[in-house]
């Protein structure tokens, strides 16, 4: 019922930005949290930031200073502006929402397919 897409993944020299996007679609009658998260290989799905509908921001400690989480609400978009990047930050970067459906009863938590971030020289 509802389609998050991804884009902005790609190859990057450290040091170097990148700015993620995320478009929901569907039959959406509000968003409320929306959020990146990364999995980088071997490793558990970590939050990098997320947002709430007031635009509430948190970061996890290893992003503070460096990732900028925004959203426009009238596109359903989430963005991740992601500067001065680490190879640590390589990983597969996800984004989620929480979203009330057209006819649901309860809010519900979609994620798109995921872009690879990767940081090397």
């Known amino acids: 019922q509802v389609q998050l897409v991804e884009s902005g993944g790609g190859l990057v020299q450290p040091g170097g930005s990148l700015r993620l996007s995320c478009a929901a679609s569907g039959r959406i009658v509000s968003i409320y949290a929306m959020g990146w998260y990364r999995q980088a290989p071997g490793k558990q799905r970590e939050l990098a930031a997320a947002?709430?509908?007031?635009?509430?921001?948190n970061y996890a400690d290893s992003v503070k200073g460096r990732f900028t989480i925004s959203r426009d609400h009238g596109k359903n978009t989430v963005y991740l502006q992601m500067n001065n990047l680490k190879p640590e930050d390589t990983a597969v970067y996800y984004c989620n929402a929480d979203v009330l459906v057209v006819g649901g009863m309860r809010r519900e938590l979609y994620w798109g397919q995921g872009t690879q971030v990767t940081v090397s020289s």
């Open positions: 947002i709430t509908s007031g635009d509430r921001t």
